[in-house]
DNA sequence: ATCAAAACAATCAAATTCGATCAAATATAA
DNA sequence: TTATATTTGATCGAATTTGATTGTTTTGAT
């Protein structure tokens, strides 16, 4: 058995049982003691787990843009909850926006029986999830890769977006917060964000209960950017009326 | 036994059991272990597979747009060495063009060690192909998503083309003759085509041996759109004194 | 705070595997 | 046919991997 092989049969057993120690991994594996530890030294330099005397546990969950990739990542079931939601809102032969974040890609699975829709985006993992979907026409936006996020961004892909309208944009946020607006990581992420809300009748935002209230460095809209908010039941009732005070329509 | 069997043979058992090791497979298939090695190091080189000490395993699901790459089919051994000649062609800092093709998608592999450079192109699966090399930056032709050839096309697609120059350009083609120059199954491929071509200083044709000789329906460009034809070994010297007496610079 | 058991890092030795080079066999071309 | 290329197999030194040993650090209980 070679190393990459033990490599996923010990992320496999994490998978199961979020905490082991390092023999009950060689008991499991039928290899030595010595060994595991030295897979799991590599294994957490890759970041794939994180090392505890004695064993190993599960790698906690990653930044808010690569969490997506990360299928049992926190927050997870928030996300669904609101891709529901969100996806409630659409209506067959709708044209809308998505912008790339998990929150807005959870909606994609739901979206897929809407019926016809037309999709603009500038995200590869919602490209890929009606790939096999033939009611849904995709226009992706060009421009500069960003192989981080996974999707595209830049002046060209701006300027795409300008050419467009839509009924219906759906986007994702860092931050939010009365005091703030909105408020993102990145420059690149806002932007595109802007353009889309720009170009559309009506706006939504999907933001998960456990960002609301908190905000990231870069300010980038105030509340009036989006005509709804789409958020979770785990928003404390205070919370909530205090958006609506302020005007913001919130649906959960 | 030839080599392309063995391969086959070889990615066989790997999906039955995704894990074997060299002297497994050398007795399964009674050849020796140390041409085995070679194989499975040509296999994890095209990507078929990874290796691992002492064997090898099955390659990762990639992105899905990969999907539509035919591990072992027809002519991908004549696509491989195209693709190698014409990575060949490319030097450190240049900016090229790629097309949607499963010729040009043979030239990745060998483009990510050739060190820093600008690939633009209307291929997602090409996009995925760089996903993971951080010397390649990518851009990516917006428009419409044609989910069956995995590529954007359409009016916007050109558009985006047009502003951009490159150094040099690869593209593919359905059918190839002296007679009636470069012919194409579809207006969409036949557009980005032509597109790409007007805007690179350096225009390298690459076409298989199966097709030349031979028209799809749609004659597109004549032969002097291109300067450089890629092909393989297996093209009759015969044929390809015809077209360099025609003045094309013939590659094989 | 102190002590004993367990786990860790570091070094070493044995086994296996790999890469490079060379020779024989086979296929291909002129 | 002869000559050239390609492919297969073998050998040898280098590199990788595995497991053991040693001394040090951490953990948990007294």
């Given at each position: 058995m070679g190393l990459p092989?033990?490599?996923q049969k010990i992320l496999k057993l994490l998978d199961?049982?979020?905490?082991?120690?390092?023999?009950?991994?060689?008991?499991?594996?039928?290899?030595?003691?010595?060994?595991?530890?030295?897979?799991?030294?590599?294994?957490?330099?890759?970041?794939?787990?994180?090392?505890?005397?004695?064993?190993a546990m599960k790698a906690p969950a990653l930044h808010p843009f690569t969490a997506f990739v990360d299928k049992?990542?926190?927050?997870?079931?928030r996300k669904q909850h609101i891709g529901k939601l969100a996806a409630a809102q659409v209506k067959p032969g709708d044209t809308i926006f998505l912008d790339c974040g998990s929150t807005v890609f959870a909606m994609c699975q739901h979206l897929r029986k809407t019926g016809p829709l037309r999709v603009i985006?500038?995200?590869?993992?919602?490209?890929?999830?009606?790939?096999?979907?033939?009611?849904?026409?995709?226009?992706?936006?060009?421009?500069?890769?960003?192989?981080?996020?996974?999707?595209?961004?830049?002046?060209?892909?701006?300027?795409?977006i300008d050419s467009y309208h839509g009924m219906k944009a759906f986007i994702g946020t860092d931050g939010l917060s009365l005091r703030n607006g909105l408020t993102a990581f990145s420059e690149k992420e806002a932007s595109i964000s802007k353009a889309m809300a720009a170009q559309a009748d009506i706006v939504y935002l999907l933001c998960d209960s456990g960002k609301i209230g908190k905000?990231?460095?870069?300010?980038?809209a105030p509340l009036t950017m989006f005509d709804h908010l789409i958020t979770d039941r785990q928003l404390p009732t205070s919370t909530a009326a205090q958006f609506k005070a302020k005007g913001v329509s919130v649906i959960s």
């Open positions: 092989e033990r490599k199961q049982h979020d905490n082991r120690d390092v023999q009950e991994i060689a008991d499991a594996l039928g290899i030595s003691a010595i060994t595991i530890r030295r897979d799991l030294q590599q294994l957490a330099e890759e970041g794939l787990l994180v090392r505890t005397h004695g064993g049992a990542g926190v927050g997870q079931e985006t500038n995200s590869l993992p919602v490209v890929a999830a009606f790939m096999d979907c033939d009611q849904i026409t995709v226009n992706l936006i060009g421009g500069e890769v960003d192989k981080e996020r996974k999707a595209m961004h830049g002046q060209r892909a701006l300027q795409h905000d990231s460095y870069l300010k980038y």
